[in-house]
């Protein structure tokens, strides 16, 4: 055997695979979208997580693909984003994706519905129970791809001009309130309002509206809610854990190279960490500040909270009656639920209820 000839064979074919990557990495494109938010800059978490991914996607890519993201109203209003991004006005947006029930209800799924999963359910359903699966084939019919991009946890229930006692309290309610809760309050005499987040606080100031539910604490008290209502409300029944989302339109993720969809992805999975991790961190700081600027808090009564589960899941089944989408999603989506609460049940809520009742009685016992 010539060793020669196979060390200069073999240093060649390593030069050859050394090379090929550094090719691949040259050849990748130049690529700049804008992300059209739903958020105001103002509400640096929510907001913030779209700018994340583009700070990611550029930073894992020697600032070859770079996303550029607006505020909601700069390119267009946040409620229209959806809209924007199928008909190609911008590549991507920032949202939540009940914002477009009016579609259709399905959009629901990928964001929350009532009474449904908290965020880590919601992330095993659409990582690992065949979410994304089912959503991807629904959201194609918009020309959009759909990737989970961030999440609030439990949300709180809103702000309230006059305390809710009773369900007759909910009759003529004019309530900014999002989603598919929206229509179940409406089952209970209310009066839903969708209203962009920057919008919320002079309705509420005006009057036009009686109460306004956003995310909780922080974005709250940020949005200075508390000047214009004393009275606020847990648990957010409609929102358990929601899920944001980042649109791409389906042309110009199709056209991107596999290796900046992968940068994309990992991204939004980064930024979904973030904004849980910034919520967890920032929201009971805002609570207690709220509480001693003199913020009442109060929960939702039992038998309102009952009445409105019972007419969340009339209305799901209704719905699932005569929309074929939201059929195909929810009876899936429902019997991930069952089995993920039975666990739960058996384990995360035990261990939970048990260490809270504890902390509880030894807070009581310092006083």
């Known amino acids: 055997m010539d060793r020669r000839g196979f060390v200069a064979g073999g240093a060649l074919a390593g030069t050859v695979a050394l090379a090929a990557p550094a090719l691949a990495q040259g050849a990748l494109p130049e690529i700049r979208w804008r992300c059209a938010s739903s958020f105001p800059r103002s509400l640096d978490t929510i907001y913030g997580a779209g700018e994340h991914v583009g700070k990611r996607v550029a930073a894992l890519t020697d600032g070859k693909f770079q996303i550029r993201t607006f505020a909601a109203g700069e390119i267009v209003p946040g409620l229209a984003v959806a809209d924007a991004v199928q008909a190609g006005t911008v590549e991507c947006a920032h949202t939540a994706s009940y914002y477009f029930v009016g579609k259709d209800p399905t959009f629901a799924f990928d964001a929350t519905i009532p009474f449904g999963m908290n965020t880590r359910q919601i992330n095993a359903w659409l990582y690992a129970g065949g979410g994304r699966d089912l959503l991807r084939d629904f959201f194609a019919g918009y020309n959009i791809v759909s990737i989970p991009c961030g999440s609030t946890g439990a949300q709180m229930g809103g702000w309230f001009r006059k305390e809710v006692r009773t369900v007759a309290d909910l009759q003529g309610l004019k309530m900014r309130i999002a989603g598919i809760a929206g229509n179940i309050m409406q089952k209970l005499g209310g009066v839903p309002q969708q209203i962009a987040g920057g919008d919320i606080y002079p309705a509420l100031e005006k009057g036009t509206i009686d109460a306004a539910e ?131 049940r058996v384990t995360e809520s035990t261990f939970d209820n048990f260490v809270y009742f504890m902390h509880a009685q030894e807070q009581q016992q310092r006083r």
Do not use: H
């Not at 809610?225 to 989302?245: D, I, K, T």
């Not at 389906?250 to 994309?264: N, S």
């Not at 009971?284 to 913020?295: E, K, S």
């Not at 038998?303 to 089944?317: G, H, S, T, W």
């Open 214 to 344: 956003w995310i909780g604490p922080y974005d709250d008290e940020k949005l200075g809610f508390n000047r214009v209502a004393p009275f606020y409300y847990y648990p957010g029944w409609w929102e358990g854990g929601l899920n944001l989302s980042f649109y791409v339109n389906q042309a110009k993720f199709d056209e991107l190279p596999q290796q900046y969809k992968e940068v994309l992805e990992s991204a939004c999975r980064d930024a979904t960490m973030e904004t849980m991790a910034k919520y967890d961190v920032q929201n009971p700081q805002a609570l207690r500040r709220l509480v001693a600027a003199g913020t009442q808090l109060r929960a939702f009564p039992r038998e309102v909270m009952q009445a409105c589960y019972k007419a969340a899941f009339e209305l799901y089944e209704e719905t699932a009656a005569r929309n074929a989408n939201f059929k195909k999603v929810y009876e899936p989506w429902k019997s991930f639920r069952d089995s993920q609460y039975q666990w739960f």
